[in-house]
């Protein structure tokens, strides 16, 4: 496994451990607490994992084509780290108003664990002919996901951090 991707708990989670719920739901006006940030992140890794483990059995798969904008979203997030302020989360990602602290950490860890399990499974076999379509990046193949999901949880964990009370 990536070391990175074996750190996201620490990287997303860590900062708030022993926290107080008050700091799970603080937030400025008009973004997300922590809590909302744990719940998004959690949905990302439990859909692709999930849609990693439905589509193991199938037959060898091609990449579909990406579109104009997928490619540049693309090279912005997959090779420059960077998100440009024209993209929010996908329809289907954004959390609830006010997730259960607990369930958005359990949903999490389950969802790191699971793409942990999937490595396993389909790496080096599955490297290069199966893929999960990413809504703004277009198809990408597992080690793919799991480099957006290092690169996601660091972008969230940053906001976390920033959101905390000292």
């Known amino acids: ?4 991707f074996a750190d996201l708990p620490d990287v997303v989670l860590g900062p708030l451990a022993g926290r ?3 700091d799970w739901y603080h937030a400025p006006p008009g973004k997300w607490c922590p809590a909302q940030i744990v719940e998004h992140l959690a949905i990302g890794l439990d859909s692709s994992s999930r849609r990693f483990e439905e589509r193991r059995a199938r037959e060898p798969m091609v990449r579909r084509p990406r579109s104009p904008l997928a490619r540049i979203a693309y090279f912005f997030i997959m ?3 960077w998100v440009p302020g024209v993209f929010n989360a996908p329809e289907g990602t954004r959390p609830s108003d006010r997730p259960d602290r607990a369930a958005a950490e ?3 860890r389950e969802g790191v664990a699971r793409f942990q399990e999937l490595e396993r499974i389909l790496l ?3 490297r290069n002919d199966l893929f999960v379509k990413h ?3 277009g198809d990408l193949n597992f080690e793919e996901w799991l480099h957006f999901h290092v690169w996601h949880c660091g972008h969230h ?4 951090r920033e959101r905390l009370p000292a």
Request: aromatic share 4%; charged share 25%; no cysteine.
């Open 79 to 81: 090779r420059l780290g």
């Open 157 to 160: 964990a940053k906001q976390i």
């Open 106 to 108: 359990r949903r999490f």
């Open 20 to 22: 107080p719920d008050a």
């Open 124 to 126: 080096p076999a599955r």
């Open 135 to 137: 809504p703004v990046l």
């Open 1 to 4: 496994m990536t070391p990175l």
